[in-house]
């Protein structure tokens, strides 16, 4: 027998901003307990360690002088993943730890140029496929080789180099090719023993100038009047503050010294920080007009006349060195857990480590004056952690805290009826003797029967069978028990629907009282 549209529901609808509430409390408390699991393994513990582990608050300078990339990784600058321990991408950066160099300024400075020699990308080199057909036939220049796949070192480097080896016809032997080659059409000659390589670079301008500043990879060349410095080192100790001092004028020589950073004013002056390394030079010495990198290299690296016998201005690194070999890690821990790709960018800022005539990176790093300490950290700010760590702590504990409480509150106030329906009781009216409890309550006399019940009214309580109008007795299967589809009788045997619908809204908005029995027995 197919079920009537208007039958009500078994079990009436929910309120559903009850079952919202109890939900949103549920989730609530369920995250604020999965964050802090993590957070005590993100923030808690990382937190605890900084506190504890003795890192001087002021930074020092700290210069790359290693890096390495090795398959056995037993630790790394940087790992992606603080759970769990750093696999293939493993940087090991280790740097020389010293003190601040002296911050400078260059006056009524003309003539400034700025020539840069970067270090090529080796990517960038031009291949050739010598096993695709003629591919090599017409190859000139150095050439580093692997199974016949060559790459041209001489577009970018002049090369220092005399050809030793075996020649090799690059279009008959081509996988011979293994290793570095000075090549003339089709034939490569072997490059046995080591040879350097310098880069193309621009030349550097030395026609009337007395300062050279080398910044990164770049040389600023300047004829300036004078320079006055703004601190004054004290070897390993901290260097003070102190007035514009002048140290140098141009008729002491030409100046050569490294800095971190330079930046050039509106009104002829240069400024510059973390100098150090400072030597002067006769005026004569620089090849005029021009000298390529490779000579500047050299001329610096020979000098030996110091601006500041003293080493108070310009001091050399050795005087201001405090560790000259520490692991640089980027955090105390070693690891990031953002997933975001810090680690290549850490390398990148962190991994330029000077060599083939590059500039070592310069940061600056904090340290521990314990020698036993291995590691020192490009990353260390107690405040930050201090700030992370009440944030961290405060939040998901209020959420749990509020949660619980709400759980609770709703646990009192919401009754659950004889019908299953969820119902808000007012706070100290617990008077439903009406409807379910008084035995001096009215009772309806509508008696309802049903289409599809199974049970047996008339059996249960031993009464004769109905008989209708008509003299025949009532089909049981459509007597009184079910929830289902309830038909109320006249006391003429007449059938008609009861329509008891009402306004669920306005029963969510005012304490429901539970509806009275559907099945009157």
């Given at each position: 027998?197919?079920?009537?549209?208007?039958?009500?529901?078994?079990?009436?609808e929910q309120?559903?901003?009850i079952?919202?509430?109890?939900?949103?409390?549920?989730?609530?408390?369920?995250?604020?307990?999965?964050?802090?699991?993590?957070?005590?393994?993100?923030?808690?513990?990382?937190?605890?360690?900084?506190?504890?582990?003795?890192f001087?608050?002021?930074?020092?300078?700290?210069?790359?002088?290693?890096r390495?990339?090795?398959?056995?990784?037993?630790?790394?600058?940087?790992?992606?993943?603080?759970?769990?321990?750093?696999s293939?991408?493993c940087?090991?950066?280790?740097?020389v730890?010293?003190?601040?160099?002296?911050?400078?300024?260059l006056?009524?400075?003309?003539?400034?140029?700025?020539?840069?020699?970067?270090?090529?990308?080796?990517s960038?080199?031009?291949?050739?496929?010598?096993?695709?057909?003629?591919?090599?036939?017409?190859?000139?220049?150095?050439?580093?080789?692997?199974?016949?796949?060559?790459?041209?070192?001489?577009?970018?480097?002049?090369?220092?180099?005399?050809?030793?080896?075996?020649?090799?016809?690059?279009?008959?032997?081509?996988?011979k090719?293994?290793?570095?080659?000075e090549?003339?059409?089709?034939h490569?000659?072997?490059?046995?023993?080591?040879?350097?390589?310098d880069r193309?670079?621009?030349?550097?301008?030395?026609?009337?100038?007395?300062?050279?500043?080398?910044?990164?990879?770049?040389?600023?060349?300047?004829?300036?009047?004078?320079?006055?410095?703004?601190?004054?080192?004290?070897?390993?100790?901290?260097?003070?503050?102190?007035?514009?001092?002048?140290?140098?004028?141009?008729?002491?020589?030409n100046?050569?010294?490294?800095?971190?950073?330079?930046?050039?004013?509106?009104?002829?002056?240069?400024?510059?920080?973390?100098c150090?390394?400072?030597?002067?030079?006769?005026?004569?010495?620089l090849?005029?007009?021009?000298?390529?990198?490779?000579?500047?290299?050299?001329i610096y690296?020979?000098?030996?006349?110091?601006?500041?016998?003293?080493?108070?201005?310009?001091?050399?690194q050795?005087?201001?060195?405090?560790?000259?070999?520490?692991?640089?890690?980027?955090?105390?821990e070693?690891?990031?857990?953002t997933?975001?790709?810090?680690?290549?960018?850490?390398?990148?800022?962190?991994?330029?480590?000077?060599?083939?005539?590059?500039?070592?990176?310069?940061?600056?790093?904090?340290?521990?004056?314990?020698?036993?300490?291995?590691?020192?950290?490009?990353?260390?700010?107690?405040?930050?952690v201090y700030r992370?760590l009440?944030?961290?702590?405060?939040?998901?504990?209020?959420?749990?805290?509020?949660?619980?409480i709400?759980?609770?509150?709703?646990?009192?106030?919401v009754?659950?009826?004889?019908?299953?329906?969820?119902?808000c009781?007012?706070?100290?009216?617990e008077?439903?003797?009406?409807?379910f409890?008084?035995?001096?309550?009215?009772?309806?006399?509508?008696?309802?029967?049903?289409?599809?019940?199974?049970?047996?009214?008339?059996?249960?309580?031993?009464?004769?069978?109905?008989?209708t109008?008509?003299?025949?007795?009532?089909?049981?299967?459509?007597?009184?028990?079910?929830?289902?589809?309830?038909?109320?009788?006249?006391?003429?045997?007449?059938q008609?629907?009861?329509?008891?619908?009402?306004?669920q809204?306005?029963?969510?908005?005012?304490c429901?009282?539970?509806?009275?029995?559907?099945?009157?027995?």
């Amino acid at each position: 027998m197919a079920r009537r549209k208007d039958k009500p529901r078994l079990i009436p609808e929910q309120d559903k901003r009850i079952c919202r509430a109890i939900c949103l409390c549920q989730l609530t408390m369920v995250l604020s307990c999965v964050s802090i699991v993590y957070l005590s393994v993100a923030i808690y513990s990382p937190s605890l360690k900084a506190f504890k582990s003795g890192f001087e608050l002021d930074p020092v300078m700290c210069q790359t002088v290693d890096r390495q990339m090795p398959n056995n990784c037993p630790w790394a600058s940087c790992g992606e993943w603080c759970l769990t321990r750093t696999s293939g991408f493993c940087p090991q950066i280790h740097s020389v730890v010293r003190r601040n160099g002296t911050d400078i300024q260059l006056n009524n400075c003309t003539r400034v140029t700025n020539t840069s020699c970067a270090m090529v990308d080796l990517s960038r080199l031009n291949k050739f496929n010598c096993n695709n057909g003629t591919v090599c036939n017409n190859i000139r220049g150095v050439f580093n080789c692997s199974n016949g796949h060559c790459k041209n070192m001489s577009e970018f480097f002049l090369c220092h180099h005399k050809p030793d080896g075996p020649t090799i016809n690059s279009a008959k032997d081509n996988t011979k090719l293994n290793g570095f080659f000075e090549c003339h059409g089709v034939h490569c000659t072997k490059i046995r023993r080591p040879f350097s390589c310098d880069r193309y670079c621009s030349r550097i301008t030395t026609a009337n100038v007395n300062t050279l500043i080398m910044h990164e990879d770049n040389v600023i060349a300047a004829d300036c009047e004078n320079a006055v410095a703004f601190n004054e080192a004290r070897g390993k100790e901290h260097g003070v503050r102190i007035e514009p001092t002048e140290f140098w004028k141009e008729d002491d020589g030409n100046l050569l010294t490294n800095c971190a950073t330079v930046t050039r004013e509106s009104d002829n002056r240069i400024t510059a920080t973390d100098c150090l390394n400072g030597t002067l030079l006769e005026h004569e010495t620089l090849p005029a007009p021009f000298m390529n990198f490779t000579q500047f290299w050299a001329i610096y690296e020979n000098s030996t006349r110091s601006v500041d016998p003293e080493q108070k201005f310009l001091p050399n690194q050795a005087n201001l060195t405090i560790y000259s070999w520490k692991k640089l890690f980027i955090n105390l821990e070693g690891c990031v857990n953002t997933l975001r790709g810090e680690c290549k960018d850490f390398v990148a800022r962190y991994g330029n480590d000077g060599d083939n005539n590059t500039a070592q990176s310069r940061y600056q790093c904090y340290y521990n004056k314990d020698a036993n300490v291995e590691f020192v950290v490009a990353r260390y700010d107690l405040d930050k952690v201090y700030r992370e760590l009440l944030v961290s702590l405060i939040v998901p504990i209020v959420l749990f805290v509020i949660s619980s409480i709400s759980l609770c509150v709703i646990t009192k106030s919401v009754k659950v009826g004889d019908d299953a329906k969820m119902r808000c009781v007012c706070a100290g009216d617990e008077s439903d003797d009406d409807v379910f409890g008084n035995a001096n309550a009215k009772q309806p006399d509508n008696i309802y029967d049903t289409d599809d019940d199974v049970v047996d009214l008339e059996q249960q309580s031993g009464l004769d069978p109905v008989v209708t109008e008509q003299g025949h007795p009532l089909d049981t299967h459509e007597m009184v028990g079910s929830t289902k589809s309830l038909i109320p009788m006249s006391p003429t045997g007449e059938q008609h629907f009861v329509a008891d619908d009402q306004d669920q809204d306005e029963k969510a908005v005012k304490c429901d009282v539970p509806e009275k029995p559907l099945v009157i027995l």
